[in-house]
């Protein structure tokens, strides 16, 4: 796996591919491939909640023909297909791509979606699905020999996403993030909420730890409740430490997202983390929602741990 900055910069070059401007009357058109289950359904459904045209399992060699419309504004397109579909054969694809792209109305671009080869074996085994290449071997022999079929068009990508660490909700952030409308938009921000026991959200722009404030876990009346019951809410602002940390974060976010906007950047997430998920960062995460609206944002909330059990061993030792 990358390292952390070097993760950020592919992030980052992956938004330029995918925000690159295009001539008037071109049409856009995005060829999303991957290895099998790595998510290629998932990034299209997303597309198509953007708004865009899309297609799965597109015999390629008919590529030319479907764009082969009268000239004029078109929506954009996004076109999946990966091993199963009829006649795939990188190197002709990538023929094929190379034609269309040298069309002044078309801005042609392609997407792939791979994952680690350990995390796609253990998708599969826990989904008892068959793997595509398989063919009646053992699920790691498909995986490798579909590997092998799609490195060309791997390489010839021009945005590759990893999607080894993600949840289904992180690729799908991730494909709005690099895929949204910029034209006239305004930022979109989203604050979540999470459990530092049950991992760091991958995608998220500012972190913040809410873990020194009191934990109503131990608090036998407040432990089955969440940051969303008045009840825990009165709890951590009886902290003496909650009032002036939260108006620091506010100015800071006061001062950044602004900046952020002015920078053209579509998509912001604030993460605010407690040991469980279930309570500081629950009602931390409404508050700041909250505040984010008084200033002119309207951010979407997200509370990832919030349906996950209480448990001493995940909240540790008291504190």
Not at 22 to 50: F, H, M, N, P, Y
Not at 145 to 163: G, I, K
Not at 208 to 223: A, K, Q, S
Request: aromatic share 6%; with cysteine.
């Amino acid at each position: 796996m990358p390292h952390r900055s070097e993760k950020r910069r592919m992030e980052e070059s992956e938004r330029e591919s995918a925000s690159a401007g295009r001539k008037s009357g071109q049409q856009r058109v995005l060829l999303v491939t991957g290895v099998s289950g790595a998510g290629k359904s998932t990034a299209l459904d997303v597309l198509e909640d953007l708004g865009w045209e899309t297609i799965d399992n597109f015999p390629v060699r008919l590529l030319k023909r479907l764009l082969s419309r009268p000239d004029g504004e078109h929506g954009n397109l996004a076109i999946g297909f990966d091993s199963r579909t009829r006649g795939f054969v990188p190197a002709k694809i990538i023929d094929i791509v190379k034609d269309l792209s040298r069309q002044e109305d078309l801005l042609v671009s392609t997407l792939f979606i791979d994952c680690s080869s350990g995390e796609l074996e253990r998708r599969y085994n826990e989904t008892r699905r068959r793997h595509p290449m398989a063919q009646g071997s053992p699920v790691q022999e498909g995986i490798r020999a579909e590997r092998e079929l799609m490195e060309p068009l791997r390489r010839w990508a021009d945005m590759v996403v990893d999607t080894t660490d993600f949840s289904t909700n992180d690729l799908q952030q991730h494909i709005r993030e690099l895929f949204a409308a910029e034209a006239d938009q305004p930022m979109t921000v989203t604050v979540s909420s999470f459990g530092f026991a049950r991992g760091m959200p991958p995608l998220a722009d500012l972190v913040f730890d809410m873990r020194f404030l009191d934990n109503p876990h131990w608090v036998d009346e407040l432990r089955e409740q969440t940051g969303l019951d008045p009840a825990v809410g009165e709890h951590i602002e009886k902290d003496a430490g909650f009032a002036p940390a939260f108006s620091q974060i506010r100015d800071l976010l006061d001062t950044l997202l602004p900046r952020y906007q002015a920078q053209g950047k579509s998509y912001v997430h604030i993460a605010f983390g407690c040991t469980g998920g279930r309570h500081r960062s629950v009602f931390t995460a409404e508050r700041m929602a909250q505040a984010l609206r008084h200033a002119g944002f309207s951010p979407t909330v997200r509370h990832r741990n919030l349906g996950s059990r209480a448990t001493d061993a995940v909240e540790g030792m008291k504190r």
